[in-house]
């Protein structure tokens, strides 16, 4: 069983910052990469930023220059720091994880969400 829990959502006005985590936890063997992801309501979910085992990180370009993904120093964790939010950056925002179980396999596993709010 594989678990990822994110925190650090809000309200925000525009212009502000906030820090988002995700803890991946349970029988992990390893993780490929983990990302970030948000659904803004009426929209699909989108991709926000991705980071690799090898330190690859990926970006929307909504968010480049505004957004970075890193890893922490504890372990299966990833940040998502965003900076000069906007309004338009409102939405749910999913951590996913690309993770291999202990006992083989390779899977898909996504947290419950944060919600994000930024007012104009």
């Known amino acids: 069983q594989v678990q990822l829990v994110e925190s650090g959502g809000g309200l925000v006005q525009a212009g502000g910052s906030l820090r988002l985590s995700c803890l991946a936890s349970?029988?992990?063997?390893?993780?490929?990469?983990m990302g970030w992801y948000r659904q803004a309501p009426g929209k699909q979910r989108e991709l926000v930023a991705l980071?690799?085992?090898?330190?690859?990180?990926k970006y929307a370009d909504s968010g480049k220059d505004r957004f970075t993904i890193s890893r922490a120093s504890v372990k299966n964790t990833v940040y998502l720091q965003m900076n000069r939010l906007k309004a338009e950056d409102t939405a749910f925002y999913y951590c996913?994880?690309?993770?291999?179980?202990?006992?083989?396999?390779?899977?898909?596993?996504w947290g419950q969400g944060t919600q994000v709010n930024v007012s104009s």
């Open positions: 996913n994880g690309d993770v291999v179980p202990n006992g083989g396999g390779r899977s898909d596993y």
């Open positions: 349970g029988s992990i063997f390893s993780i490929n990469a």
């Open positions: 980071l690799n085992s090898g330190g690859i990180t």
